[in-house]
């Protein structure tokens, strides 16, 4: 892959040295205190599908891009992205945890939008580069942040028939991030949504198409209306299984077994799934099936995952069609399992524990 320097990369002013850098950045990042927003850091790449290829990797420092105004990403949802995190480890190294399920869910979800995909080497290879270039913006160690790296691809062509684009821009920009949930690892309350759908059940909920979250706003907004930062939602054909949480998949622990929902409108979590071989490694069984919302009375603890999401252990589900409540952790505290997954995936992350399955990419 060829990395091509942009003259707004050139025109910069002479770097400081990386060290200064860093000094200056810490300075400045209260890390601690980082939530889930955007702040702006100084370099994302990109690459152009233009004439039936993908061009060379770009290295850019403005915040915005030049679209058509006819571009099929804004009228007909030509739009894929993708969400990871590197960490910094007590060694002062970096891991992207996963980085190759990104890819292909990505290329799982251009072909479900017939969008065309770089692969999977120039996808890894333009993660790294855009982790490297913005590194001084990892999060130290122990500050519990993380920088979140957010692959987009969209279709870029200038048309108004509705069909697929014969141009892309597939790009990558970082920044670091906090808890997507303010209480971090406390148990929260999630409420029951009966009245919107977010997905249908042979759409796209399984793939990660920009169409699925606008059509989860309308939800959200109801759901903090009522004072809950999480929607669950409920398969939409009966409203009889339990779909997904919100942003993140839904997993309960019952009888030393890890249930999770298998459903073809919720998005295959990357966490979940190493969640699954985790729990494993901790000696519980796994059941990834249909869950029927009837069992959240048998559950002993539940939660949301995902990358922004981490574990958020779940405090209460409160369905209030049916006036019911379902409180399911103890003293509103995350239950033994719980703390367990929790404590074994972020320490895979930030390298504190043995990497058994390979999952770390590291850098530097
Ligand atoms: N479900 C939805 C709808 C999401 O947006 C996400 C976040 O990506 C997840 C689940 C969790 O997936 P992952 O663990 O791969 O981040
Ligand atoms: C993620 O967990 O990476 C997500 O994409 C969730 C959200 C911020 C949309």
Same mark, same amino acid.
């Not at 891991?95 to 999977?120: G, S």
């Not at 690892?185 to 399984?206: E, N, Q, S, W, Y």
């Not at 030393?256 to 929902?261: A, G, L, V």
């Given at each position: ?83 990871? $995190? ?150 939409? $054909?009966? $409203? ?32 979940? $799934? ?91």
């Amino acid at each position: 892959m060829k990395i091509c320097a942009f003259s707004d990369v050139q025109r910069q002013k002479k770097p400081l040295s990386l060290s200064h850098n860093i000094f200056l950045i810490m300075e400045t990042i209260d890390w601690g205190s980082l939530g889930f927003g955007y702040v702006k850091t100084d370099y994302n790449v990109r690459s152009y599908f233009r004439d039936g290829k993908w061009g060379d990797l770009e290295v850019h420092t403005e915040e915005t891009i030049t679209l058509p105004m006819a571009a099929t990403c804004l009228h007909y949802g030509q739009e894929a992205f993708e969400g990871l $995190k590197a960490f910094r480890g007590k060694d002062g190294k970096i891991r992207l945890f996963r980085p190759e399920e990104n890819a292909k869910r990505m290329k799982a979800t251009a072909d479900y939008v017939c969008m065309q995909c770089p692969d999977e080497d120039f996808y890894l290879a333009a993660v790294k580069k855009v982790v490297e270039l913005n590194a001084k913006y990892v999060p130290p160690y122990g500050t519990g942040a993380s920088l979140y790296i957010r692959p987009l691809l969209i279709g870029t062509g200038a048309q108004v028939g509705v069909h697929p684009s014969s141009e892309y821009l597939f790009m990558i920009f970082v920044t670091p991030v906090g808890p997507y949930y303010k209480d971090g690892f406390k148990p929260i309350d999630v409420i029951v949504d009966r009245l919107h759908d977010r997905a249908a059940p042979r759409g796209t909920g399984h793939i990660k198409v920009g169409g699925n979250y606008a059509a989860s706003m309308e939800s959200s907004a109801w759901g903090h209306d009522h004072g809950y930062n999480i929607v669950l939602y409920l398969d939409a $054909k009966e $409203k009889k299984y339990i779909d997904e949480c919100g942003a993140a998949n839904f997993f309960a622990v019952r009888d030393n077994t890890y249930i999770t929902p298998n459903s073809h409108s919720i998005l295959p979590s990357i966490t979940n $799934k190493s969640l699954q071989v985790i729990a494993a490694d901790l000696g519980m069984k796994v059941e990834a099936r249909p869950v029927a919302f009837d069992e959240m009375v048998t559950f002993e603890e539940a939660g949301a995952c995902g990358t922004a999401a981490v574990i958020t252990p779940i405090n209460k589900i409160v369905d209030i069609d049916h006036e019911t409540v379902y409180t399911i952790a103890k003293n509103g505290q995350p239950g033994p399992n719980t703390v367990r997954l929790y404590q074994q995936l972020v320490g895979i992350q930030n390298g504190d524990l043995p990497d058994t399955h390979d999952w770390n990419l590291i850098i530097g």
